[in-house]
């Protein structure tokens, strides 16, 4: 008795010259790359729908906002616009160059704010050299007596702004304020940081860069 491959355990009797027809042993490899053929196509037909999807019902315009966003998942604030540059010698906003007025239709009044004597005296003569008309000279108020840091404060009203801008490009370092006065008159108090005025090269330039039109920002950007 024999029980040849592919019978399943069945039992034949060979007799003469008739044998029992056997089956081919089932090729379970090719079944099962079959299936993940057809998984992996199936996949891709998914995947593939989902992409149209997106694109018809206008979620890809989206895309590039997302991939703006910040950790916390909010779009990205638009850039803020670029810190206006001033003159080394004024902390005001540029200003028109035509509204900047020659040195002698500026009236300065110049107070010492600090324990040095006799400086306030010497700065109006150095701004006289330089064609400012000079107003009051002595010391500073008592509410900014020893109360200016810096170089100095360059103090006027809103009809002085473009005086102010000449007066504060001669000093490096010094901040510019604004108070309530009608007139065009500017006052230069000088800080405990104060050592000299900027030589007239320095002070051009200075006056150039505060008088410089700044450009507009730009509206695009990408992250």
């Known amino acids: 008795m024999l029980t040849p491959q ?67 998942g909010k ?3 638009a850039p803020a616009p670029a810190a206006t540059p001033t003159a080394p010698g004024s902390a005001a906003a540029p200003i028109d160059p035509a509204a900047v007025p020659q040195p002698a239709a500026v009236t300065v009044n110049v107070y010492n704010a600090t324990a040095k004597a006799g400086l306030a005296a010497r700065t ?28 100095a404060q360059v103090i006027a009203g809103p009809a002085g702004a473009g005086a102010s801008t000449l007066v504060g490009s001669v000093i490096a370092g010094a901040t510019s304020t604004a108070d309530a006065r009608t007139d065009t008159t500017v006052d230069f108090v000088i800080g405990d940081s104060y050592n000299a005025l900027l030589d ?24």
């Open 6 to 72: 592919g019978l399943k355990g069945k039992q034949y009797r060979i007799t003469g010259n008739s044998y029992p027809r056997l089956g081919r042993p089932p090729k379970r490899s090719r079944k099962v790359l079959a299936l993940i053929g057809v998984v992996l196509a199936l996949a891709l037909i998914g995947l593939g729908g989902l992409q149209l999807w997106d694109i018809f019902s206008g979620k890809g315009k989206n895309a590039s906002a997302e991939a703006c966003a910040t950790p916390s």
């Open 75 to 77: 779009p990205l604030a």
């Open 124 to 151: 109006a003569e150095e701004l006289k050299k330089r064609g400012f008309t000079i107003g009051k000279v002595g010391n500073a108020p008592a509410e900014l007596d020893k109360k200016v840091p810096g170089t």
């Open 200 to 223: 007239e090269t320095q002070a051009a330039a200075a006056l150039a860069l505060a008088t410089k039109p700044v450009p507009a920002p730009s509206t695009t950007g990408s992250c």
